[in-house]
């Protein structure tokens, strides 16, 4: 029979230090959640893709287009439109259920 030896170095602190800790740990994930939100929003998403992800035709989104409905930028043939401003779109026409 074998022994394994493992190397393993124990520290003790003090309990109000690890709060410490454990609560700056949170701010950081908090802080890195709000920047991935950030980021995502942020997205610009090529307008070929806009029918489909709305669930609309392509004369539909021509018509939001032509109506200004949904902000969008073009840069000559192609037209780009952020995903917050979708995510702005779908909430204006957010209907709530009847209680």
Known sequence: ?????TNMNLAVV???FLDKMEAEMDQIKNILNAQNVSEINSQWIESVRIPKLLGISLK???T???KRL???SQIGS???VRRS???DFMQAHY???KR
């Open 85 to 87: 401003d979708l995510e």
């Open 1 to 5: 029979m074998s022994v394994i030896q």
């Open 60 to 62: 539909t989104w021509q």
């Open 64 to 66: 939001y287009r032509d």
């Open 95 to 97: 209907i709530s259920a």
């Open 14 to 16: 003090p309990q109000g």
């Open 70 to 72: 949904i902000p969008f």
């Open 78 to 80: 192609k037209i780009y």
